[in-house]
């Protein structure tokens, strides 16, 4: 009885090789894909596929020691480890301590900064945040309950208010930032992100 994927006329014969030679080219393209992937990772290189921040490049870039971030900087964080793609389905897996991805965000509240949060939007130094109304739910998961921040906070040492920005600014309504989670502080940046390098 012949294996099934066998060639039928034994494997030295030019059909079986013919059927191998069509598979090699494929195959030596996945991995040099996969390879250039990696390699790019390893050198910093990002790629935001999602609609809170400009679509594009990004190029991370370590912080120093005793760096401090300022407003607009663009950072990759991992959100709080109680942020779960399990909580919140529309979060998907890596390898952030709450097995999330991590996030590309912008800093738009430093040390110091007061921010009063509500439903109705975020208000930073009394300065109101373009599109940060909060949502109560999302349009494709409407039975997850989000959280909320609301109240007054001020910033501490190394603590940051993180927003999405949007591709568009309207999408930054949609963003999953510290609305719904806190502020973050400094431990939990991975580095500055750049667009394009």
């Not at 494709?140 to 989000?146: E, G, V």
Request: a positive charge; glycine letters at 14%.
């Amino acid at each position: 009885m012949q294996a099934q994927g066998a060639c039928p006329c034994g494997p030295g014969h030019q059909r079986c090789r013919i059927h191998w030679g069509r598979l090699m080219v494929p195959l030596a393209l996945m991995a040099m894909t996969l390879g250039a992937v990696q390699l790019a990772t390893r050198e910093g290189w990002r790629i935001n596929l999602t609609e809170s921040e400009p679509l594009g490049f990004y190029r991370l870039r370590p912080l120093q020691d005793d760096e401090t971030l300022s407003r607009g900087t663009k950072v990759e964080l991992c959100p709080p480890a109680w942020v779960t793609p399990r909580a919140f389905p529309f979060y998907l897996s890596g390898d952030c301590p709450g097995g999330g991805m991590p996030m590309l965000k912008t800093v738009v509240g430093v040390p110091g900064d007061s921010i009063v949060g509500s439903l109705q939007g975020v208000w930073i130094n009394g300065r109101e945040l373009p599109n940060s109304g909060q949502l109560l739910r999302t349009a494709a998961y409407p039975w997850i309950h989000l959280p909320h921040q609301q109240g007054r906070f001020v910033l501490g040492k190394g603590q940051y208010w993180v927003y999405g920005s949007g591709a568009r600014p309207a999408l930054a309504a949609q963003s999953f930032d510290s609305r719904y989670w806190g502020a973050i502080d400094i431990q939990q940046i991975r580095g500055m992100a750049n667009a394009g390098g």
